[in-house]
């Protein structure tokens, strides 16, 4: 059994900055991939960053630069800090933890809220 939990959303200015965190307890693997998606009203569910336990890093672009994924492997904890937040950024922001081989199995936050006032 695996939960995710999101935390470190609320309402910014435009401009601003938020920082969320993520926490996955229960039978974790070594060797995963953390990542942040977020999902706007009425449109569909998109990858913002994802970090593997070994480092490495993913950003889409409309993010680069603005947004820094980290993680703290010893306690399974991953954050998202958002820089120069813009109204697009609003949505609900999901931590996925994504781990094993055949199957890999992919595992799902409840989501926080991020709104951003222009």
């Known amino acids: 059994q695996v939960q995710v939990m999101e935390s470190g959303g609320g309402l910014v200015q435009a401009g601003g900055s938020l920082r969320l965190s993520c926490v996955v307890s229960?039978?974790?693997?070594?060797?995963?991939?953390m990542g942040w998606y977020r999902q706007a009203h009425g449109k569909q569910r998109e990858l913002v960053a994802s970090?593997?336990?070994?480092?490495?890093?993913f950003y889409e672009d409309f993010v680069k630069g603005r947004f820094t994924i980290s993680r703290d492997n010893a306690k399974n904890t991953a954050y998202l800090q958002m820089n120069s937040l813009k109204s697009e950024d609003a949505g609900v922001y999901y931590c996925?933890?994504?781990?094993?081989?055949?199957?890999?199995?992919?595992?799902w936050g409840q989501g926080t809220q991020v709104t951003v006032a222009s």
């Open positions: 970090m593997a336990t070994g480092g490495d890093t």
């Open positions: 996925n933890l994504l781990q094993g081989s055949a199957p890999r199995n992919e595992y």
């Open positions: 229960g039978v974790i693997r070594k060797t995963n991939v």
